[in-house]
């Protein structure tokens, strides 16, 4: 037997055929599907690897990506006392957004509080657990003309899904392009729905999935302390007001997690824009989340922010990881601008799949 092997060329274009079939000819009752497409994606950055290798993903882990990706959606759309809570189902309310709401509004829109709680987060968790193994993980591969079984075997119970070979390669490859045409087609969905209450929607999906300019004033003091007012990148100080940047782009990966923010000067940050880092700005970084950790996680624990070190660094794993596969430049700085990676990523970041140092 031969181990693992990445896809082949035409292995991912067949691939990526399956599931635009899946987005174009599933049916989608509940926007559930999406969900679980984009959580499918999001778990393969975080627990998968490039090496082609299968990838077992629990109905847990789902479940609680569904409750991060619905989080920001169940806050009242419009003052509309008849609606408040946009529809995400064609006839009642989708039960997981009923429950995601109801813990929201408990705990004043603080997921990081609700995940502390323990005995509250269990309890949503094992009820959207239990709607996701009812409702969308047997029937996600079924389209109108029969059975796309190609991410992962459909067994119709258990608690476990084994994404098959190549599976995790591909959704990590594609990563940008996958999340960004499920946001389209989920944004789509809920606006047809909802189309009495929302008339001419301007922006629904920057409501739905969050825009990159989200306010992130809140970092600031602990940033400033912790930089000691300089600027992340160049290392001078800070005159007048720093930007808060995402380290790994907001671009190439939308969540927001505690350790991912550094404070800058705007025009670094300006000049940064969309690239990652050069590896001496990496290792920095995760030199920062090592030796500092109690202190920064004790800061974003402070500020009732997410944060989620090993998760953090996964990611920076995954982006690394396909820039360098591209060929892609990194940034260094606003006078040297570009460079190619040298591979010391690898060092610093250690191997994928492996719990932080
Ligand atoms: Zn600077």
């Known amino acids: 037997m031969s181990g693992p092997r990445p896809p082949t060329a035409s292995e991912q274009l067949a691939f990526l055929r399956l599931l635009q079939r899946l987005m174009d000819e599933g ?14 994606a999001d778990l393969c950055l975080v627990k998968g690897d490039d090496s082609g290798a299968e990838l077992e993903l629990s109905t847990s882990e789902i479940a609680a990506q569904f409750i991060r990706l619905y989080w920001p959606q169940v806050v009242p759309y419009s003052a509309s006392a008849e609606q408040p809570i946009l529809s995400q189902n064609t006839g009642r309310q989708a039960a997981i957004v009923r429950h995601v709401a109801e813990q929201r509004a408990r705990y004043q829109g603080s997921l990081a509080d609700l995940e502390r709680s323990r005995s509250d987060w269990d309890r949503l968790l094992r009820e959207v657990e239990r709607t996701v193994r009812k409702m969308p993980l047997w029937k996600l ?9 190609f991410l992962y075997e459909n067994h119709e119970s258990g608690q476990v899904v084994r994404l098959q070979p190549g599976v995790a390669y591909c959704f990590r490859a594609f990563y940008p392009m996958i999340t960004d045409m499920i946001e389209g087609a989920w944004s789509q969905f809920v606006q047809q729905r909802n189309r ?18 989200k306010a992130l004033d809140a970092y600031r003091p602990l940033l ?12 001078r100080e800070i005159k007048s007001r720093g930007d808060v940047d995402h380290f790994i782009p907001w671009r190439i ?15 670094c940050n300006s000049s940064k824009s969309d690239l990652l880092a050069a590896e001496e700005h990496l290792e920095r970084w995760t030199e920062r989340s090592r030796t500092r950790r109690a202190e920064l996680e004790h800061g974003f624990d402070q500020l009732r922010v997410l ?29 040297v601008d570009l460079k190619p ?6 060092r610093i ?8 140092a």
């Open 349 to 356: 970041l250690g191997a994928a799949g492996q719990p932080a």
């Open 341 to 346: 990676l040298s591979g010391d990523w690898r």
């Open 27 to 40: 049916s989608f009752v509940a926007s559930y599907k999406f969900a679980l497409l984009h959580a499918i």
């Open 141 to 149: 591969q079924t389209v109108r003309s029969g059975r796309l079984d």
């Open 307 to 335: 944060h989620d070190w090993p998760k953090s660094r996964q990611i920076a794993h995954w982006a690394y990881g396909q820039a360098a596969e591209a060929d892609r430049q990194v940034w260094v700085g606003s006078k």
């Open 253 to 267: 990966y939308s969540l927001d997690l505690g350790h991912n923010f550094v404070l800058a000067h705007p025009g």
């Open 196 to 213: 009495k209450h929302l008339g001419q929607v301007v922006d629904l999906r920057s409501f739905l999935f969050g825009s990159r300019r």
């Open 224 to 235: 400033t302390d912790l930089q000691e007012g300089r600027c992340f990148y160049c290392e």
